[in-house]
């Protein structure tokens, strides 16, 4: 079982920065990708940025540009650092991992919400 804690979200005006940050605890044999994901009231849970475990970046065209997803596998860690946000970027942001064992299990963080106002 993994445990996913997220902090960093907040309230804050168009143009400005925002950090979140993940930590992955628990009996954990290897993690693979990590990723931040989104969900809007009334909208679906979508992709924002995913890493490997290698280093490799993915990021939804809405984010390029603006988003950073980095991590930290010494500490088991995902951080994205968000700048130039819009109010469209207002949402909860979830944390997921994937971990591999015995078989391949995904986790989720309990959200947390980010708020731009215009």
């Known amino acids: 079982q993994a445990q996913l804690v997220e902090s960093g979200g907040g309230l804050v005006q168009a143009g400005g920065s925002l950090r979140l940050s993940c930590a992955v605890s628990g009996r954990i044999f290897r993690i693979n990708a990590m990723g931040w994901y989104r969900q809007a009231p009334g909208k679906e849970r979508e992709l924002v940025a995913t890493?490997?475990?290698?280093?490799?970046?993915n990021y939804d065209d809405s984010v390029k540009g603006r988003f950073t997803i980095s991590r930290d596998n010494a500490k088991n860690t995902v951080s994205l650092q968000m700048n130039s946000l819009k109010p469209e970027d207002t949402a909860v942001y979830y944390c997921?991992?994937?971990?591999?064992?015995?078989?391949?299990?995904?986790?989720w963080g309990q959200g947390t919400q980010v708020t731009v106002s215009s």
């Open positions: 997921n991992v994937e971990v591999a064992g015995g078989m391949v299990v995904y986790y």
């Open positions: 890493i490997t475990s290698g280093g490799r970046t």
